[in-house]
């Protein structure tokens, strides 16, 4: 069954400091993975998607199919970083527990 | 086209009332899902449409749990008999979705604010 897995509910991080959320992922085809943010008092929306490879707000995520992960990384965390983060698989799209980045002053 | 709606945004009802959840899609969005949200957990899917067509429903979805896209447009989410576990957020979600070919961006989904279900 395709099942998306996020271990930490709560990652705090100083400002500055570097930022990882782990994703791990089961699905049998190739899959399409995302990251979604739902920033306090907004809508979940896109934050990025493994096949267009960019960067957002100083975002990456690379897909390693060995390790059937999709980490999330930042150089560099800021306040505005703090948000839930949730990592999604297609096709139906299913949607990991989601992470709590707190990033501290 | 303001984004994905949702109506409405709050309900309380007695437990055992029938209660009835809108969305309204993005215009040219083909594909339309329900999802459902509790307190620290992320959206759990319930079902979702191509068009008028629903596709699939999820386990969760119980016989109490009903929708439909008459015409492949707006969705309604109903929900009889309510019990108190039925209290959560219920999202809903649309994406162009033509065909899964990976990468055109058709399975990127814009999120509506949420109907918050409460049942006491």
């Known amino acids: 069954a395709q099942r998306v897995t996020q271990p930490e509910k709560l990652l705090s991080v100083f400002k500055g400091a570097p930022v990882e959320l782990k994703c791990n992922y089961s699905y049998s085809g190739s899959p399409e993975l995302f990251w979604y943010v739902q920033y306090s008092r907004q809508r979940l929306q896109l934050l990025l998607r493994?096949?267009s490879r960019e960067s957002i707000k100083g975002f990456t995520a690379d897909l390693n199919k060995g390790e059937t992960s999709f980490h999330l990384k930042k150089p560099f965390a800021q306040e505005e970083d703090s948000a839930m983060y949730y990592c999604a698989s297609y096709d139906k799209i299913i949607f990991g527990k989601g992470t709590r980045l707190h990033i501290l002053p | 086209d303001t984004g994905v709606s949702q109506n409405p945004r709050h309900k309380i009802t007695k437990r055992g009332q029938n209660v009835t959840f809108r969305c309204d899609p993005i215009?040219?969005?083909?594909?339309l899902y329900w999802y459902r949200q509790t307190l620290g957990q992320g959206p759990e899917f319930l079902t979702y449409?191509?068009?008028?067509?629903?596709?699939?429903k999820s386990r969760l979805l119980s016989d109490r749990f009903s929708a439909e896209r008459p015409k492949g447009s707006f969705s309604t989410l109903e929900i009889q008999r309510t019990e108190q576990g039925d209290s959560a957020m219920y999202l809903c979600?649309?994406?162009?979705?033509?065909?899964?070919?990976?990468?055109?961006?058709?399975?990127?989904?814009?999120f509506g604010a949420g109907s918050r279900l409460t049942v006491l």
């Open positions: 493994h096949i």
């Open positions: 979600a649309s994406s162009r979705g033509t065909g899964s070919v990976i990468g055109s961006g058709a399975n990127v989904l814009t």
């Open positions: 215009s040219e969005h083909n594909r």
């Open positions: 449409f191509q068009n008028e067509a629903q596709l699939e």
